[in-house]
Nanobody, 114 residues
Framework: HVQLVESGGGSVQAGGSLRLSCKAT????????MAWYRQGPGKEREGVAS????????AYADSVKGLFTISRDNAKNTVYLQMNSLKSEDTALYFC???WGTGYWGQGTQVTVS
């Protein structure tokens, strides 16, 4: 049974930072590319960042490049999203996902920037 459990969301003032974590269980984490998505109020879900399992290559949405950093700790089966210089438009429910193949998603963690 695969589970992705996010944590680290909360409320922050504009310009602040948050670090999201996602603990994965039940899958071969070291062989699984991971990603973060978000869905803001009244918006469609969008990809934020992804990280490849083998060489750690990353990709980002243009809106977060240079501001957000995705990383992973394969020993802890955990993927992170460091978010800096947050803006009100970053307010969203953030999801951890292993979206390729079968596709697994977490329940999400709320980030509110005021």
């Amino acid at each position: 049974h695969v589970q992705l459990v996010e944590s680290g969301g909360g409320s922050v003032q504009a310009g602040g930072s948050l670090r999201l974590s996602c603990k994965a269980t039940g899958l071969s984490f070291t062989n699984t590319p991971m990603a973060w998505y978000r869905q803001g109020p009244g918006k469609e879900r969008e990809g934020v960042a992804s990280i490849i399992e083998r060489d750690g290559r990353t990709a980002y949405a243009d809106s977060v490049k240079g501001l957000f950093t995705i990383s992973r700790d394969n020993a802890k089966n955990t993927v992170y999203l460091q978010m800096n210089s947050l803006k009100s438009e970053d307010t969203a429910l953030y999801f951890c996902a292993a979206p390729w193949g079968t596709g697994y998603w977490g329940q999400g963690t709320q980030v509110t920037v005021s």
